[in-house]
């Protein structure tokens, strides 16, 4: 029995080693955890629309604009997770 819990063990490391994660830890996808930065960086709810997005992009530009002492990557990183998101939302018929 301890041999087995010792292979056991060994392969469950081994599984860390090549994948780094853990065999019980869910997959999370690049684009998912980009689309969870977004929302982070914007303060948004995941079922956000279109307006809340828009507003809360223009309210993070204020802050970080390079004008009142932000960056102009900070502005970029706030345009990226606009886009991301306004990519995300589903196709709505005008």
């Not at 087995?4 to 060994?10: D, K, N, Q, T």
């Not at 997959?27 to 914007?42: D, E, G, M, P, Y």
């Not at 502005?75 to 306004?86: K, T």
């Amino acid at each position: 029995m301890s041999k087995f819990l010792i292979i056991v063990g060994v392969v469950i490391l081994l599984y860390y080693w090549i994948f780094k994660r853990w065999p019980w830890q869910p997959k999370v996808s690049t684009r998912q955890q980009a689309i969870f930065n977004a929302r982070k960086t914007l303060g948004v709810q995941q079922n956000a629309n279109r307006t809340e997005i828009i507003s809360a992009h223009k309210r993070l530009v204020a802050m970080v604009h390079p004008d009142r002492g932000g960056s102009n990557a900070q502005v970029h990183e706030a345009n990226a997770a606009r886009d991301l998101l306004l990519d995300e939302l589903p196709d709505q018929l005008p």
